[in-house]
C-alpha cells in the first residue's frame, strides 16, 4: 500500500499553489471542499484497536472552504484530512485523483479558477 500512498501523495504534490476541489462520499452522503494546496504531508497516528482513527491520514494543508447549497462556509481548520483505512483502489489522470478507502469515496479534481475562500 505504501507505493498507493506515494502515488497519491506525489500527485498531491504536483497540485501546490494550486485550487482542488475534492468530493467526497460516505454512506451515501456527499462532501464537497475546495482548498488551495500548500502543502502535503503525512499524519502517523498510534494503533487504535477498535480501528476508528486511521493509523495514518493525508493532510493538504491550504486555507479551503466547505461547499454547502446554500453558499460556502471556512474550513474548520487549514487543512483537509483523507483517513487512509483500507486503500482498496487509487487512480489517476492529469486533472482528477480517485481514492477508494474503507470509509469513503474521494474525487479530486485540479481547479482552474481563482476560488475565493471565506476565512
Known amino acids: 500500500m505504501s507505493g498507493v500512498i506515494e502515488q497519491i501523495t ?4 504536483e ?11 460516505e454512506q451515501g452522503d456527499r462532501d464537497r471542499t475546495r482548498i488551495r494546496v500548500d502543502q502535503v504531508s503525512i499524519q502517523a497516528q498510534p494503533k487504535d484497536p477498535d480501528d476508528y482513527v486511521a493509523e495514518r491520514e493525508i493532510m493538504i494543508h491550504g486555507d479551503g472552504a466547505v461547499l454547502l447549497e446554500s453558499g460556502q462556509a471556512p474550513l474548520p481548520e487549514p487543512y483537509y484530512e483523507i483517513a487512509l483505512i483500507g486503500v482498496s483502489h487509487a487512480s489517476k489522470t492529469s486533472q482528477t485523483l480517485h481514492i477508494v ?11 482552474n ?6 476565512h
Open 15 to 25: 497540485c501546490a499553489g494550486q485550487s482542488v476541489l475534492i468530493e467526497k462520499v
Open 101 to 111: 478507502t474503507d470509509r469513503a469515496s474521494y474525487l479530486i479534481e485540479k481547479q
Open 10 to 13: 506525489e500527485w498531491l504534490n
Open 113 to 118: 479558477d481563482g476560488a475565493a475562500y471565506i
